[in-house]
């Protein structure tokens, strides 16, 4: 037998429903967490053993759907490649104008009678949404390169491997060093 196996001071925390995600991103997270179980449950007594813990957090993130016990299907579908263009604007719920609509309609306007229509068209041009951090992490990561800009790292003056014999004094990491040398030649 296998079920889902949790560490005991393990607390998962799921994307809240409120959240500034992209709706399919949302839509999906509690039969993602399904499927998940379920996969990981020999049967559904082991996944109906460990869905109270789950459905619990899920209610906590906003979500009041039901998680349910999915049987693994085995399915044969062709996989054909094709060669699809990827356009991944940011997402954000205060922008109202629907930008995947309006880029979609744009390339079926202007490259439906066109020479590369074979290559920009509704089939082969996808639109997926892009999560943009929050505006906290931006902060944060902007404070952190400007600190860290100031901040000079802790020199280390030698790297030789052989410490006492160092032919620079201990002073190997020394940049923009001028080596002078004389060269003499002996014929026998």
Same mark, same amino acid.
């Given at each position: 037998?296998?079920?889902?196996?949790?560490?005991?001071?393990?607390?998962?925390?799921?994307?809240?429903?409120?959240?500034?995600?992209?709706?399919?991103?949302?839509?999906?997270?509690?039969?993602?967490?399904?499927?998940?179980?379920?996969?990981?449950?020999?049967?559904?007594?082991?996944?109906?053993?460990?869905?109270p813990?789950?459905?619990?957090?899920?209610?906590?993130?906003?979500?009041?759907?039901?998680?349910?016990?999915?049987?693994?299907?085995? !399915? *044969?579908?062709?996989?054909?490649h094709? #060669?699809? %263009?990827?356009?991944?604007?940011?997402?954000?719920q205060? @922008?109202? +104008?629907?930008?995947?609509?309006?880029?979609?309609?744009?390339?079926?306007?202007?490259?439906?009678?066109?020479?590369?229509?074979?290559?920009?068209?509704?089939?082969?041009?996808k639109?997926?949404?892009?999560?943009?951090?929050?505006?906290?992490?931006?902060?944060?990561?902007?404070?952190?390169?400007?600190?860290?800009?100031?901040?000079?790292?802790?020199?280390?003056?030698?790297?030789?491997?052989? !410490? *006492?014999?160092?032919?620079?004094?201990? #002073?190997? %990491?020394?940049?923009?060093?001028v080596?002078?040398?004389? @060269?003499? +030649?002996h014929?026998?």
């Open positions: 037998k296998y079920f889902p196996f949790r560490k005991t001071n393990d607390n998962p925390i799921y994307v809240n429903s409120k959240s500034n995600h992209p709706p399919s991103v949302l839509k999906q997270i509690p039969s993602m967490i399904s499927t998940r179980l379920s996969k990981l449950s020999c049967d559904e007594e082991e996944f109906q053993k460990c869905k813990f789950y459905q619990n957090i899920l209610r906590r993130s906003g979500y009041n759907d039901n998680l349910e016990y999915k049987p693994e299907t085995s !399915r *044969n579908k062709r996989k054909r094709r #060669n699809i %263009l990827w356009y991944n604007p940011p997402f954000s205060s @922008v109202k +104008t629907n930008i995947g609509r309006r880029f979609l309609f744009l390339v079926k306007k202007h490259f439906s009678q066109h020479r590369y229509q074979k290559i920009f068209n509704l089939n082969t041009i639109l997926s949404y892009s999560c943009m951090p929050n505006i906290r992490n931006i902060i944060q990561a902007h404070n952190k390169a400007i600190v860290q800009k100031n901040v000079e790292p802790e020199k280390k003056p030698h790297n030789c491997s052989c !410490r *006492n014999d160092c032919p620079l004094n201990g #002073n190997c %990491l020394t940049k923009a060093i080596y002078e040398a004389t @060269v003499s +030649t014929v026998i």
